[in-house]
C-alpha cells in the first residue's frame, strides 16, 4: 500500500507540475492587468507544437525547444498588444469573453498550421525507468517536477528582486500611480504577457514527451491551471504552485484510492469544499470593500 | 428613442430567421455525411471524408453510377451528439440527400438514428456500436466491427493462450464506454474473469495510477478499450511501471499513428484489426487481398498512411453504389432495400452478406489478430 | 429613554484597536454628530452599527433589540439606513430607480408574482412609484427622476443617497460624510435637508469633517479619539473642551 | 404598455416567420436551436445580466432537466409533463441547496465554483451510465401532447420552443420590472448598500439562481422530447461557456440583448460551415472583435451607437 501510495504521488506531482506552471502563468497575467487570461491553456499547446514541427523539419532538438519557447512568448505578447490592450476598460466579463475568443482563435490557428493530428516529442534523455522501491518513475518525470521547480524560483526572483519585477507589481496595485512615478505600463503587461506564455511553452515542452500533445490539448489544461490559481488563491503566484500540485496528487489519489471514473469529480469537489470554506482560496487575502 | 431603436434591433435580430429556402435538385444521387473531421475522433472522420471524396470524385469523373452522378455534400459534427443531430436534420430537410453515410462515432450515430428512422432515409453508420444494428432498424446499417465483435476475438485470443484473469482499463468516451460493457458481458462466457476494471478521462494525461492498481491485483492481461493518445499513454505506462503483462488494445489503435506515438512500448501489443493494415501480408488467397491493396494504394498514394477507418467509409460508399445500381433508382426506399440484399461484397472490413436480420454481415472471422513487432503489425496465427 | 445604546462596544483588526470600549446613548428625533481627525473610527463605527462589521465585544441595542447578533438588512428593517463615505448608488439605474430600491422594505412582492405580474404586483408597483417621488420631493429632485444614475455629478448623487435612504422611511439615518466634496451652495443645502429630515421625526446619526455644518446642526456631539471616546456634549461644550482642542491641533 | 413593446414585436416575428415558412430548414430546426439557446440565454441573464452574478455551470440545470425528462420516460413509463415537474423538483433543489454557499463567493471564485458544480454534474452524466446510459445517452424519448396534440412534427416543436420563449422572455421583463428585479439590480450595483435599503442579499441571489435554473431545466425536458435522444455533451462546460458568451455578446442586462446574442450565436456556425477549416478560426476571431469595439455588447452597444447617430441626424436637418 505505501509503494501504491508512492506511486500515486509521483503521478500527481508530475501531473500537477504542469498545472502549477500554467496557473501560475494565470497569476502573473492577473495580477498585472486584473485580467483571467483563458487562453492561458494554448500557450502549452502553442509551445508543445512549435517544438514538435521545428524538430520534424530538422532543427536540433535543444534548439527547437529554445524557438518554441520565443515562439509562444511572441504569441503572448501579440495577444496582449492586439486584444488586451485595445480593450483597456472593458468590464471583468467581458475581457473573459476576448480571452475565450482568443482562445477559440488560436486553436482554430493551430488546426490549419499543424493538422488534427497527435503528436510526442522524444524524452530529453534516454527513456529508462527509474526505480525507487516498487515504485518507478521517468527520467522525464524528474525534468517535468526539475524544470518546474526552477521555473518557480526564477518567477520568485524575478518578482522579488529585479527592477522589472517590481514595476510589473506596482502595475497590478495601481496603474495610475505606476504610470506617475514613470514606469510604462504598457510595456510591463507586454512582459507580463510574455512571461506568462513562456512559462506555459515551458510546461508544454516539458510534458509533451509523457503525454502528447494535439491542437486541442490546451483546454483541458487551460481549465485545471485555472482551477490551480483559484485553488491557491487568485493572485497568489505561491498560492497557484500549491494549488496545481494540490489539484494534481488530489486528482491521483482520488483515481486510485477512491474512484479512477470520479477522478475529476473528486477534485472538484475538494475544491468546492475550500472554497466554502475559506472563500478567496488557501493563500489568497480576503479583500474587504471600502464603504 | 433608444427604445425605437432597440425594438427595431429585435425585429432585425428575428428576421435573421427567415433566410431562404432551398429546393432539392434533380437528377443525381445526393450521398449526404456528418463525419467528426475535427475535435477528439478526427482521426476517424479524417480518412473518412478524404476517402468519400476521392472515390466520389473518380466515380464521377468515370461518368457516375451508370450515368447518375453523385453529388456529396458534408458536415464537419466535431464529435458532437447535438450538432449531428442538426446536420442530419439539414441533411434530410434543407438538401434533401437519398442516402446518408456517417457518422464517425457511435454517439453521433445514436443520437441521429430515431431522427432518420422517422424520415425514411438509408444510413450507412461508420461506428463501432453494437447498439446502432441491435436491435436492427429498418433504414440503418453499419460497416465497421461492431465492439462485441472486437471483445469477441480479444477474449478467444486471450483463452487461447491459457489465461483467465484479465484487468480492464477503458476511457470515458462512448467507443471506450460501450467496450467496456461488451467486455463485461463477454467475460463469463469464454471462463474469464474481470479482476480490474480502472477507468481515465480521454484527455487526462497519466495513467500511472490506474496501472498500479491494476498491478496489485492478480491480472494475468490487460485489455485497453480506447482511441486518441490516451491508449498510447497507457501502452507508456504500463511499460514504465515495468509491466510485463501482456496487453490488449481494441481495434481503435488500429492506425500507424499509434505505433509512432507509443515507440518502443507498443511492441508486443496485440489487438483484433480488418484486414487492411496486414493487407500485403495476407496470402494472396486470400479474397480481400486486391481490394486491400487497390485501396491502400489509391489513398497513400494521394494522402499518406492508411487506416482502417477510411476502408469503412469506402465500404459504405460502394455498398451504396451497388445498390443505387441495382435498384436502377435514386429512390430512398428502393435503395435501401438493395442494401439490405448485399451479399458477397468484398471490402476493405471483409466480405459482407446483409440480410434483414443482420445490418452489417460481417462474421468475426473478418478481424485478424494483430501483433505489433519491430514497429509494424504481423498477424497472429 | 435613549433611542440607541452602546455599550463597551470593541472592534479589533488582528492587533489593531479601531474602537475600543465606546459607550454612549442617543435620544430620539435629535441631530448627534460624531467626528474626530481621520481615522479616529468614525466610519467602522458606523459599520459596526450596521453589521457590516461584528464587534469583537459589546453591545448595540436600538429600541430595545440587540443589533450585535443581526444581519445588515434585518437592521434596516429595524428602521435603520444609512449613506456612505464613498458614494455607493447603484450606477446601472435611474434616480427613481435607486429610490424605489429604498422602499423594499414598504412593499411586499415576492418574485412568483412579480413573475407572472399579478394585479397585485401592479398596485404596489404604482404605490411604490408614489413613495420614491415623495421622498425625491423631499430631497428636491423630483425632476431628475428619470435620469440615468450614472450621468449626474458627484453633489448630486450624495442627495440621491439620502433620498433612498430616507424612501425606506427610517427612524434613525446614519449618514457618513454627507457635505464631503460638496461646494458651498451645496454643502447649505444639505444641512437643510438633514434639518428637515430630523423635523420629520427621524433620528440622525452624522459622521462629518466640516465643524461649520457640525457645530450648525447637531443638537449632540461626540468626539472620537483613536477608537476612544475623547468627550460628549452639546456643540458649544464641545467647541470649549480643551481635550477636543488639543486632539485636533495635535497639542 | 410600452413596457411590452419590445416583447409584442418579437412575439409578431416569431408568429409570422412560422406562419411564412413552415417547411424552412431555418424555421424548423436553426428556430428551435435559436428559441432554446434563447431561453437559456435570458434565464442565465436574469442572474448573470441583472444579479451581476457569473455562472459557468448553467448548462448542468439543463442537463438535468433533460436527463430527469429522458430517464423517467424511458426508463419508468412517467408521464412527460410529471417527468419534466420532477425536472424541475431536482433543479430547482440542487440550485437551492447549492445558492447560499456558492453564492457567497465572488467573481472570479464564484465563476470556478459554478464551473466546478457543471462539471461534476457532467462527469455523472458521463459516469453513471446505469442510470444516465453514459456517453452514449439515452435514445427512444418519447414524443409529448399538448391538450391532446401530439408534438410529433418539426414547426409543431418550433411552436412549443417559440412559445417557451416568448414566455421566459415575458417572465424575465415582468421580474426585472419590479420589486424583486430591482433587489437584483440594486445587488449587482452595491452589496452592501442593498443590504442596507433592507435586501436580504443572500436570499434574493438565492432567488434568482434557483428561478434561473427553473428554466433552464423545463428547457432541458422540453430539449429531450424534442431531440428524443440525450447525451452529456449536449451539457458540457463547453456549451454553459457558450450560454456566458450569448449574454455578454449581447449585451449584459438587457432580456432583449441575450436573445440577440442567442440568435447570433445559433445563426453564426450555419454560415461559417463554409469556411470549413476555417470555421474555428473565423468564429474566435469574431468573438474578439466584437468584445474589443462593442465592450457592452452587440444589442447594448449597437443600439447606443444608432441612437446617437440618429439623434446627431435630427440635429444636423433641424
Redesign the interface.
Known amino acids: 500500500m505505501t509503494d501504491q501510495l508512492f506511486q500515486f504521488l509521483i503521478s500527481g506531482i508530475t501531473v500537477g507540475s504542469v498545472y502549477a506552471l500554467v496557473g501560475l502563468g494565470f497569476t502573473i497575467i492577473y495580477n498585472a492587468s486584473d485580467v483571467v487570461n483563458f487562453a492561458q491553456g494554448e500557450f502549452v499547446m502553442i509551445g508543445a507544437m512549435s517544438a514538435i514541427f521545428l524538430y520534424r523539419a530538422g532543427v536540433p532538438y535543444p534548439f527547437a525547444l529554445a524557438a518554441a519557447v520565443i515562439i509562444t512568448m511572441a504569441v503572448g505578447m501579440l495577444l496582449e498588444k492586439l486584444a488586451i490592450e485595445p480593450a483597456k476598460n472593458a468590464s471583468v466579463v467581458t475581457t473573459i469573453i476576448i480571452t475565450i475568443g482568443a482562445s477559440i482563435f488560436l486553436r482554430g490557428a493551430a488546426l490549419l498550421i499543424w493538422g488534427k493530428d497527435i503528436y510526442g516529442l522524444p524524452p530529453f534523455t534516454k527513456d529508462v525507468p527509474i526505480s525507487i522501491g516498487n515504485a518507478t518513475l521517468l527520467p522525464q518525470n524528474l525534468y517535468v517536477m526539475g524544470g518546474t521547480a526552477l521555473s518557480v524560483l526564477a518567477v520568485r526572483y524575478f518578482f522579488d528582486k529585479t527592477i522589472t519585477g517590481k514595476a510589473i507589481l506596482a502595475c497590478s496595485c495601481n496603474r495610475k500611480a505606476a504610470s506617475l512615478v514613470g514606469i510604462n505600463v504598457n510595456r510591463m503587461l507586454l512582459i507580463a504577457y510574455g512571461i506568462s506564455a513562456l512559462l506555459g511553452a515551458i510546461a508544454g515542452i516539458l510534458v509533451t514527451p509523457i503525454t502528447y500533445t494535439s491542437y486541442d490539448s490546451g483546454v483541458m489544461l487551460g481549465l485545471k491551471g485555472f482551477c490551480a490559481a483559484i485553488l491557491g488563491g487568485m493572485g497568489s503566484s505561491m498560492g497557484a504552485v500549491a494549488g496545481g500540485l494540490l489539484l494534481g496528487v488530489i486528482e491521483s489519489l482520488g483515481a486510485g484510492i477512491i474512484s479512477s471514473g470520479y477522478k475529476d469529480a473528486i477534485a472538484f469537489v475538494v475544491i468546492l469544499a475550500v472554497l466554502f470554506i475559506r472563500p478567496s482560496g488557501l493563500l489568497g487575502s480576503a479583500d474587504a470593500e471600502r464603504v | 428613442m433608444y427604445k425605437t431603436v432597440r425594438m427595431i434591433m429585435v425585429f432585425a435580430a428575428a428576421l435573421l430567421l427567415c433566410s431562404t429556402y432551398t429546393a432539392s435538385a434533380g437528377d443525381t444521387l445526393k450521398i449526404g455525411s456528418f463525419l467528426a473531421v475535427t475535435g477528439p475522433a478526427s482521426f476517424l472522420g479524417d480518412p473518412e471524408l478524404k476517402t468519400l471524396q476521392m472515390y466520389i470524385d473518380d466515380i464521377n469523373s468515370k461518368g457516375g453510377i451508370d450515368g447518375t452522378k453523385i453529388e456529396f455534400i458534408h458536415y464537419d459534427t466535431k464529435a458532437k451528439a447535438k450538432d449531428a443531430k442538426n446536420f442530419v436534420n439539414r441533411l434530410i430537410k434543407k438538401d434533401r440527400v437519398d442516402v446518408i453515410i456517417g457518422g464517425s462515432t457511435s454517439g453521433n450515430t445514436i443520437a441521429v438514428m430515431d431522427l432518420v428512422e422517422k424520415a425514411h432515409v438509408p444510413l450507412i453508420s461508420l461506428a463501432g456500436s453494437v447498439k446502432i444494428i441491435e436491435p436492427v432498424k429498418k433504414w440503418i446499417f453499419k460497416t465497421p466491427h461492431t465492439d462485441r465483435m472486437a471483445a469477441a476475438k480479444i477474449f478467444e485470443d486471450i483463452k487461447a493462450r491459457g489465461f483467465t484473469k484479465v484487468a480492464l482499463i477503458t476511457g470515458n468516451g462512448g467507443f471506450d464506454k460501450s467496450g467496456r460493457a461488451q467486455c463485461l458481458a463477454l467475460a463469463p462466457k469464454y471462463g474469464l474473469v474481470i479482476v480490474a476494471d480502472e477507468k481515465y478521462g480521454n484527455s487526462d494525461t497519466d495513467m500511472t495510477t490506474q496501472i498500479t492498481k491494476i498491478r496489485s491485483t492478480d491480472a494475468q492481461v490487460i485489455v485497453n478499450f480506447g482511441f486518441g493518445k490516451a491508449p498510447a499513454i497507457v501502452t507508456k505506462n504500463i511499460r514504465q511501471l515495468g509491466v510485463k503483462l501482456p496487453l490488449y488494445q481494441s481495434h481503435g489503435v488500429a492506425s500507424k499513428k499509434f505505433i509512432e506515438l507509443a515507440g518502443e512500448a507498443a511492441e508486443g501489443v496485440r489487438l483484433p484489426a480488418a484486414g487492411l493494415i496486414v493487407a500485403d501480408k495476407l496470402p494472396d488467397t486470400d479474397p480481400q487481398k486486391r481490394v486491400l491493396l487497390a485501396y491502400k494504394n489509391a489513398y497513400e498514394a494521394k494522402y499518406g498512411p492508411v487506416s482502417t477507418f477510411g476502408g469503412h467509409a469506402y465500404d459504405a460508399l460502394f455498398i451504396t453504389v451497388n445498390a443505387v445500381r441495382s435498384a436502377g433508382s435514386t429512390d430512398r426506399a428502393k435503395i435501401r432495400d438493395e442494401i439490405e440484399k448485399t451479399k458477397g461484397f468484398v471490402g476493405t472490413g471483409g466480405i459482407f452478406n446483409m440480410s434483414p436480420s443482420d445490418h452489417l454481415g460481417l462474421g468475426l472471422d473478418s478481424f485478424h489478430m494483430v501483433e505489433i513487432k519491430n514497429g509494424d503489425w504481423v498477424l497472429v496465427n | 429613554m435613549s433611542l440607541l445604546s452602546v455599550s463597551g462596544l470593541e472592534k479589533k483588526f488582528g492587533g489593531v484597536t479601531a474602537i475600543a470600549g465606546l459607550d454612549f446613548k442617543v435620544d430620539p428625533e435629535i441631530i448627534f454628530a460624531i467626528i474626530g481627525p481621520n481615522g479616529a473610527g468614525k ?1 467602522t463605527l458606523f ?1 459596526l452599527l ?1 453589521s ?1 462589521y461584528t464587534p469583537t465585544a459589546g453591545t448595540v441595542t436600538f429600541d430595545g433589540h440587540d443589533l450585535t447578533r443581526l ?3 434585518q437592521i ?2 429595524l428602521g435603520i ?2 449613506t ?3 458614494l ?6 435611474t434616480v427613481l ?1 435607486n429610490v ?3 422602499c ?2 414598504r ?5 412568483f408574482e ?4 399579478l394585479p397585485s ?1 401592479l398596485k ?2 404604482k404605490r ?1 412609484r408614489e413613495m420614491a417621488m415623495e421622498a425625491l420631493e423631499f430631497c428636491g429632485m423630483q425632476d431628475i427622476a428619470n435620469r440615468d444614475a450614472s450621468s449626474l455629478p458627484y453633489g448630486v448623487l450624495k442627495k440621491l443617497e439620502v433620498a ?2 430616507l ?2 422611511k427610517p427612524r434613525m439615518l446614519l449618514m457618513d460624510e454627507p457635505a464631503a466634496g460638496l461646494n458651498d451652495t451645496e454643502t447649505v443645502s444639505m444641512s437643510k435637508l438633514i434639518r428637515d429630515i430630523t423635523s420629520s421625526g427621524v433620528t440622525v446619526l452624522l459622521v462629518e469633517h466640516n465643524m461649520g455644518l457640525v457645530m450648525d446642526v447637531s443638537d449632540r456631539v461626540l468626539v472620537l479619539n483613536y477608537g476612544e471616546l475623547l468627550s460628549e456634549g452639546t456643540p458649544q461644550e464641545i467647541q470649549c473642551d480643551p481635550r477636543v482642542i488639543a486632539a485636533y491641533l495635535g497639542e | 404598455m410600452k413596457r411590452l413593446a419590445g416583447f409584442y414585436i418579437l412575439a409578431a416575428v416569431l408568429i409570422a416567420t412560422g406562419l411564412i415558412f413552415p417547411d424552412s430548414y431555418y424555421v424548423t430546426v436553426v428556430g428551435v436551436t435559436i428559441c432554446t439557446n434563447a431561453v437559456l440565454a435570458v434565464s442565465l441573464n436574469l442572474l448573470m445580466g441583472y444579479a451581476g452574478q457569473i455562472s459557468l455551470g448553467h448548462a448542468a440545470f439543463f442537463g438535468l432537466g433533460a436527463y430527469a425528462s429522458a430517464v423517467l420516460t424511458t426508463k419508468y413509463g412517467t408521464n412527460p409533463w410529471l417527468a419534466m415537474l420532477a425536472g424541475v423538483g431536482i433543479s430547482g433543489t440542487l440550485a437551492f441547496v447549492l445558492a447560499r454557499p456558492i453564492l457567497k463567493l465572488k467573481g472570479h471564485y464564484l465563476a470556478m465554483a459554478t464551473l466546478g458544480m457543471g462539471i461534476i454534474i457532467h462527469i455523472f452524466f458521463v459516469q453513471a451510465d446505469w442510470i444516465t446510459g453514459g456517453p452514449d445517452g439515452l435514445s427512444g424519448i418519447p414524443e409529448i401532447s399538448i391538450a391532446g396534440l401530439a408534438i410529433n412534427n418539426d414547426i409543431r416543436w418550433y411552436w412549443v420552443f417559440g412559445g417557451l420563449m416568448l414566455f421566459t422572455t415575458w417572465i424575465s421583463l415582468n421580474i426585472v420590472d419590479s420589486r424583486p428585479g430591482r433587489a437584483l439590480a440594486a445587488v449587482h450595483g452595491s452589496e452592501v448598500a442593498a443590504q442596507m435599503t433592507g435586501v436580504d442579499t443572500a436570499s434574493v441571489k438565492a432567488q434568482i439562481f434557483v428561478v434561473s435554473a427553473v428554466i433552464a431545466s423545463v428547457a432541458g425536458s422540453l430539449f429531450a422530447h424534442q431531440q428524443a435522444f440525450v447525451s452529456p455533451e449536449s451539457f458540457s462546460f463547453f456549451f454553459s461557456i457558450e450560454l456566458v458568451t450569448m449574454v455578454v455578446l449581447g449585451g449584459l442586462a438587457s432580456t432583449f440583448g441575450a436573445i440577440f446574442g442567442a440568435v447570433l450565436l445559433s445563426i453564426l456556425p450555419e454560415f461559417l460551415l463554409v469556411f470549413e477549416d476555417f470555421e474555428v478560426l473565423i468564429y474566435g476571431a469574431i468573438l474578439m472583435i466584437i468584445m474589443i469595439f462593442l465592450p457592452e455588447g452587440l444589442f447594448v452597444s449597437g443600439s447606443r451607437i444608432v441612437t446617437g447617430w440618429l439623434k446627431k441626424r435630427e440635429l444636423s436637418t433641424q
Open positions: 466610519t459599520n450596521t457590516i444581519k445588515p438588512f434596516a428593517k439606513t444609512r456612505f463615505q464613498n455607493q448608488i447603484f450606477l446601472n439605474m430607480q424605489m430600491v429604498g423594499h422594505l412593499s411586499r412582492c415576492g418574485i412579480a413573475a407572472f405580474r404586483v404596489e408597483e411604490v433612498r435612504a424612501a425606506a
